[in-house]
């Protein structure tokens, strides 16, 4: 579960990080990260209806939740992620660990 202050929340934080940060595309995501200052990380899920009904997007948010707040400790520095779902959103944890991966490498490099 992700701590209230490791939420993006609002619609600008989610615009910022999206606009300013790399982009890491996948087959089930795309994963928008930006390297901060200001700790502590946070992250923010986009899941629309096109990955299908309630309940199918609630599970994939619960799912992505749950990685990325373990990727979120183990960063090497303060990031704003935001995952965003697509509708073939069937193997999430390697898509994730793959633009996690090439998304953490883009940003040490800078």
């Not at 502590?40 to 609630?58: D, E, I, L, T």
């Not at 779902?85 to 633009?99: N, Q």
Request: charged residues 25%; glycine residues 8%.
């Amino acid at each position: 579960m992700l701590a209230k202050a490791a939420r993006l929340r609002t619609a600008e934080d989610f615009r910022s990080t999206m606009r300013r940060g790399v982009r890491c595309g996948r087959p089930g995501l795309v994963l928008h990260m930006v390297r901060t200052d200001q700790p502590p990380s946070r992250a923010g899920f986009v899941v629309s209806k096109a990955v299908g009904n309630a309940v199918r997007r609630n599970r994939v948010k619960r799912q992505l939740r749950h990685l990325v707040a373990e990727r979120l400790a183990r960063a090497p520095f303060e990031v704003d992620v935001v995952v965003r779902a697509l509708p073939h959103a069937g193997g999430v944890a390697a898509d994730l660990d793959s633009a996690w991966t090439t998304a953490t490498r883009r940003l040490g490099a800078s």
